[in-house]
């Protein structure tokens, strides 16, 4: 099975930490953010595929060919599409089924486990408080209806937690745009097409951690006891 990581944005958000390094290499404890995601996954993942953009060059030169027994292809996504458009870019690679994941955030292993075995899923974080997220809707069997980006969450809501067990299907599906007129593609939206046709659940999250600004590189060591 494959996994592909999506590691082409800067990560603007982050300040001088990404003027001369991509996001997804920022460190956090004792690995990069890329790392952390490898280290997690199961033995089922033999292949590595990572979408590369800014500073690309930086994570080929880290990684290499092979990075931990498993097998590393690079692509590189010269127009910054969305994460739509950026699997895309993968299709001539994939074959079956196939996992994603966002290139700035950490997951369990237990929990890309049970993705694995759920078929298509999408790993799904309960809000304790209201907020704003990628709102997921289900429908009465609890497969998935709708999600829903910059939407407003109340407590008891499931956010959008950005992994994603696939299969070539997908590709089956147009490219849907985050927003209407919008140039981005948003994986996501293509997914809640998908999901129109194809059975596709959540996988609930209580480890999934995200690195959004130069603030969250501490608080998230201290969870993962760093």
């Known amino acids: ?3 592909v990581i999506l590691a082409a944005g800067r990560g603007t958000r982050m300040n001088h930490l990404t003027e001369n390094t991509p996001k997804p290499m920022l460190n956090v404890g004792k690995m990069n953010l ?5 280290e997690m996954l199961p033995e089922e993942i033999s292949e590595v595929i990572i979408i590369i953009g800014y500073l690309g060059e930086q994570i080929r030169e880290h990684f290499g060919d092979t990075f931990k027994g498993r097998k590393v292809i690079y692509i590189e996504q010269k127009e910054l599409n969305g994460t739509g458009g950026a ?3 993968a299709k001539p690679f994939l074959k079956g089924k196939f996992l994603v994941m966002m290139g700035d955030d950490i997951y369990s292993k237990e929990e890309t486990e049970e993705m694995i075995k759920n078929g298509w899923s999408v790993l799904a974080k309960k809000m304790e ?3 704003k997220g990628a709102k997921i809707v289900l429908n009465k069997d609890k497969t998935i209806k709708e999600i829903i ?6 407590a008891g809501d499931w956010n959008n937690a ?3 067990l696939l299969g070539t299907e997908i590709f089956n599906y147009p490219l849907v745009p985050r927003e209407s007129g919008d140039k981005e593609f948003g994986l996501p939206q293509t997914i809640a097409l998908a999901a129109k046709d194809i059975p596709i659940r ?4 209580e480890k999934w951690l995200q ?3 130069p603030e969250d590189i501490p608080k998230v060591e201290k969870m993962l006891g760093e």
Do not use: C, H, N
Request: aromatic share 10%.
């Open 202 to 205: 959540i996988v609930p999250t």
């Open 211 to 213: 690195v959004t600004s």
């Open 149 to 154: 980006e910059g939407a407003r969450l109340e």
């Open 34 to 38: 890329i790392e952390w995601k490898i």
């Open 87 to 89: 699997i895309f870019l």
């Open 162 to 164: 950005g992994m994603y």
């Open 129 to 131: 408080t209201d907020g």
């Open 1 to 3: 099975m494959q996994a």
